[in-house]
């Protein structure tokens, strides 16, 4: 056995977390991986849409899902020195 650790990789988010902030990683057609993070803002027809915070709407098949959670909200813009 090699002093390296497989990755264990869960999807943790279900239909449920529609409107919750979300971190999925799905491989790509050429075997790499992609990380998505953004507000889930649905999952029906086996397909996730995610919208990023730069207003982009990534659509993503679930079956190329290989892991997802949610994860916080995303923080206020500091504020500049009053």
Sequence with gaps: MSGRFAARLVVSISSADVGQRVSLRRRLPTGEYSDVVGVLESWSN????????????????E????????????????????
């Design 46 to 61: 086996k397909t996730l849409q995610v919208r990023r915070r730069n207003g982009e709407l990534v659509e993503v098949p």
């Design 63 to 82: 079956d190329i899902v290989v892991a997802g959670k949610v994860v916080p909200p995303m923080p206020p813009p500091k504020r500049r020195g009053v």
